[in-house]
């Protein structure tokens, strides 16, 4: 297992902000500058700077200024960091699941089995007969 603990918990810190996560979403489809993403946002530009920067630290988002532009762009490393936790987690849930519902079949077939047998261990019945 990896040893990201930190990192990974950075990294969840920062998506747990709706703000952020818009953040996130939007540079996914390219790079923006930090005015093109405060603009739909309804908060200052040294908020969204707040932002940006937890984003940075954790690795999910760098930026570079060019003259009076500060561009940002997604790290795809940083967001594979919780996707492979989230893929891991997945799989042993499924794994989980898998055996729950191999249990559950054995169960219900057990039982079919029971119910088949429960005639038979109570010997012949007589229908017919009056007392």
Known sequence: MPNYAGSLDAVF???ADRTRRE???????GPLSVSQLARPLEMSLPA????????????????EKTGRV???????AGL?????WIGRQRTDWEHRLDRLGDHLSEQ?????????REPADRGPTDRGSTP
């Open 13 to 15: 810190h920062a998506l």
């Open 70 to 76: 500060r561009t940002c762009h997604i790290e795809p």
């Open 80 to 84: 594979r960091t919780a996707e492979d």
């Open 108 to 116: 219900k077939q057990e039982q079919r089995q029971e119910r088949l």
């Open 48 to 63: 969204v700077m707040q932002h940006l920067q937890v984003l940075e630290a954790c690795a999910l988002v760098r930026s």
């Open 23 to 29: 953040i996130v979403e939007r540079l996914i489809s």
